[in-house]
């Protein structure tokens, strides 16, 4: 009886050792390994093939800086970085404000038609770009707004103000709406509390907005393309 129990003392610690040097691969983490690398396989092809000596893609023929400094000598190039910086900076700026304002109102009050006005204000997030791009070009040309760098940045305003206001509206949901009134009772007035309690709990959603809306702006070509005159190109132009 003795041995038998010195025996499976001495086995239990190594079945344990075992078990735990064993690597559990499940079907997700091979899903996500694959969606990583379909994500980032042509981002790593294209930054090899940016060293190629060929001007055409079909084949590696040589290592070369030529292209690069191409890129930095090119003053379109910069520009255009230029107007892409101004206008997702000032859309999203804009668009923070007034989307936490809009998610705000959205949240707290009730007003005749507060259901129909929700739907339009996420309208943006469906429609298809080259619709927004068409209509807003459509508005500026009935009121004979001339286009410019600031035209940009209107339209722009439209689809980044609905994403940030999405997502402050989210955040606000998961937030604890006693606070606010705990706030109130102890004296605070509506702006003091706003300032110091809703709002601290409010960045994080503003922030994740903001980095969508601007990430958006920065990548879009549409819009861009219909509200935009000649000189004043954005990058993806």
């Not at 503003?206 to 005159?229: E, K, N, Q, W, Y």
Request: proline share 5%.
């Amino acid at each position: 009886m003795t041995d038998t129990l010195t025996r499976i003392q001495e086995e239990i610690p190594v079945e344990m050792l075992k078990k735990k040097g064993k690597i559990k691969v499940s079907w997700q983490l091979i899903l996500t390994l694959l969606m990583f690398v379909f994500m980032y396989l042509p981002i790593l092809v294209l930054a090899v093939y940016s060293f190629n000596k060929s001007a055409y893609s079909a084949s590696l023929s040589g290592f070369t800086l030529e292209w690069y400094l191409k890129l930095f000598n090119d003053g379109r190039i910069f520009t255009s970085l230029q107007n892409s910086l101004i206008v997702a900076f000032s859309a999203v700026g804009i668009s923070a404000v007034l989307g936490t304002l809009m998610a705000m109102g959205l949240s707290k009050y009730q007003f005749p038609g507060k259901s129909l006005y929700r739907g339009i204000s996420y309208l943006p997030l469906i429609v298809p770009d080259i619709a927004i791009a068409v209509a807003t070009l459509v508005f500026l040309a009935v009121f004979a707004i001339p286009l410019n760098i600031w035209t940009i940045v209107a339209a722009h305003i439209v689809f980044c103000l609905a994403y940030i206001t999405l997502v402050v509206s989210t955040r606000l949901a998961n937030l604890d709406p006693h606070l606010e009134e705990a706030a109130l009772d102890l004296g605070a007035t509506p702006t003091l509390a706003f300032l110091q309690v809703l709002l601290p709990q409010l960045v994080p959603g503003i922030v994740s907005g903001c980095l969508l809306a601007f990430v958006l702006s920065m990548d879009d070509f549409l819009i861009s393309s219909f509200t935009a005159r000649s000189g004043y190109n954005t990058l993806p132009m």
